[in-house]
């Protein structure tokens, strides 16, 4: 394809501008940047293909300014090489257009799960192949699961809502997070990659996960989030000492995670 280094407001920057309406000194790579911007406000993600297609020029000169803007932070480069919105293009909504933040939307929900099902009640995120303890509340302080983990990353596939996560990915997406094979751990019961597949394949006909994998006297039933597009999964779950874990009321206890997960769902999207 042969570069078209004429004035972009052809190259829709603005789709029905005129050539006689551009400004006097028309600069055609910032108008192209700009065009760029103004697609990641409306789409998910570009490729770039579709970066020099929407623009008209060549892929090389695409893949320049998707690589200045990822210099600069208004977009990031997700899977398979393709580019999303980056932290300094969300910085520029309005607050009132921004997705709410997700600790504050989750933590009254974390208090009516701790006060229904008598556990600790965590909010963890997916990083990498571990999963991060964002926040909690406690049962009582009985067991301190809560207030010590906070702020933790531990292996993904040992804990509930971590592998509640994991099952959300694809079998490629999760061959890729573990290129070394799975971290040994003290309490681990799945220590291959084919072993954990085998695991993630009942969370996923369950619709749950339940652990005892992070430690040796803590209990876990965990269910994944619906996660607006672009955020990280994320997953709620409930932990209790194993003394206490109320096994009979499996059930009951994953309805109440289920409507839980809904509500928080319902709320970020």
Do not use: C
Request: net charge neutral; proline share 6%; charged share 25%.
């Amino acid at each position: 394809m042969s570069v078209d280094h004429s004035p972009v407001g052809a190259d829709r920057t603005g789709a029905d501008q005129r050539e006689d309406e551009l400004p006097a000194y028309y600069i055609a790579s910032v108008g192209r940047a700009l065009t760029l911007l103004a697609a990641f406000t409306e789409l998910p993600k570009l490729t770039v293909s579709e970066a020099a297609e929407l623009l008209d020029v060549a892929p090389s000169t695409a893949h320049r300014l998707l690589q200045m803007l990822l210099f600069h932070g208004y977009v990031e480069q997700g899977d398979r090489r393709v580019y999303v919105r980056g932290p300094r293009l969300d910085s520029m909504v309005p607050p009132a257009a921004r997705p709410r933040d997700v600790e504050s939307v989750v933590l009254p929900h974390l208090r009516r799960l701790r006060d229904e099902l008598r556990g600790s009640a965590l909010l963890l995120a997916l990083e990498g192949n571990g999963a991060r303890f964002v926040t909690g509340v406690e049962w009582r302080d009985e067991t301190r699961i809560a207030s010590v983990r906070v702020g933790w990353l531990l292996p993904a596939h040992t804990l509930a809502g971590g592998k509640a996560m994991l099952a959300g990915l694809s079998s490629a997406h999760l061959t890729a997070l573990f290129p070394d094979g799975l971290p040994v751990t003290r309490y681990g019961r799945i220590n291959t990659l084919a072993q954990l597949q085998a695991e993630l394949r009942d969370v996923r006909a369950r619709g749950y996960a339940r652990s005892r994998e992070a430690h040796e006297n803590v209990r876990a039933i965990g269910v994944a989030l619906q996660m607006p597009a672009n955020a990280a999964p994320a997953a709620i779950s409930v932990a209790w000492s194993d003394r206490r874990f109320p096994a009979r009321h499996e059930a009951e206890i994953v309805t109440a995670l289920r409507t839980i997960a809904r509500d928080i769902s319902i709320e970020l999207n």
